[in-house]
């Protein structure tokens, strides 16, 4: 039995998820790792390091990690959560909202360039697609 990396589905969303990192972060001069906190909070809402971390689907040192550089530069602010004495809130800053505005249109010019080998009428079919693929993906994640 061989393994044909063209025809493996893993493969193959790893492959682009790593190409769609190195555009974004060629593009930002930066990493890409504060993306999911600005999907998450750019709303101008608060949510606490474990929500995050859900949303983000990382483990929580990790987005500890990253909520620490992403403070440590500016864009983020905890305050004490009212509800829970023990668990802060994390909102953006000015300046995190306006990095996230940023990112957001860089996002958006690398999704227009993977996109752009796809008929404009195949783009729906390929987005559904992908949001079913995830939402199995999350289901069997989520069997433990």
Same mark, same amino acid.
């Given at each position: +039995?061989?393994?044909?990396r063209? *025809?493996?589905?893993?493969y193959l969303t790893?492959?682009?998820a %790593?190409?769609?990192a190195?555009a974004l972060?060629?593009?930002?001069? @930066?990493?890409s790792?504060p +993306? /999911?906190v600005?999907f &998450?909070l750019?709303?101008g809402?608060?949510? @606490?390091?474990?929500e995050?971390?859900?949303s983000?689907?990382?483990?929580? /040192? *990790? +987005?500890a990690? @990253?909520?620490n %550089? +992403?403070?440590? #530069?500016g864009?983020?602010? %905890?305050t =004490? #959560? =009212?509800?829970?004495?023990?668990?802060?809130?994390?909102?953006? @800053? =000015?300046?995190g909202?306006?990095? &996230?505005e940023a990112?957001?249109?860089?996002?958006?010019?690398?999704?227009?360039?993977?996109?752009? =080998?796809?008929?404009p009428?195949?783009? /729906?079919?390929?987005?559904?697609?992908m949001?079913?693929?995830?939402?199995?993906l999350?289901?069997?994640?989520?069997?433990?």
């Amino acid at each position: +039995m061989s393994y044909v990396r063209e *025809t493996s589905a893993g493969y193959l969303t790893n492959w682009a998820a %790593r190409l769609f990192a190195r555009a974004l972060e060629r593009r930002l001069g @930066t990493g890409s790792g504060p +993306m /999911p906190v600005f999907f &998450a909070l750019q709303d101008g809402r608060a949510l @606490t390091q474990k929500e995050l971390a859900i949303s983000a689907t990382v483990e929580q /040192p *990790t +987005m500890a990690n @990253t909520l620490n %550089r +992403m403070e440590r #530069d500016g864009l983020v602010v %905890r305050t =004490p #959560d =009212p509800n829970d004495r023990r668990s802060a809130q994390v909102s953006l @800053t =000015p300046l995190g909202l306006e990095r &996230a505005e940023a990112a957001f249109k860089v996002a958006l010019e690398v999704n227009g360039i993977a996109t752009d =080998p796809l008929k404009p009428e195949e783009r /729906p079919l390929f987005y559904d697609m992908m949001r079913r693929i995830v939402a199995a993906l999350e289901r069997d994640t989520n069997a433990d």
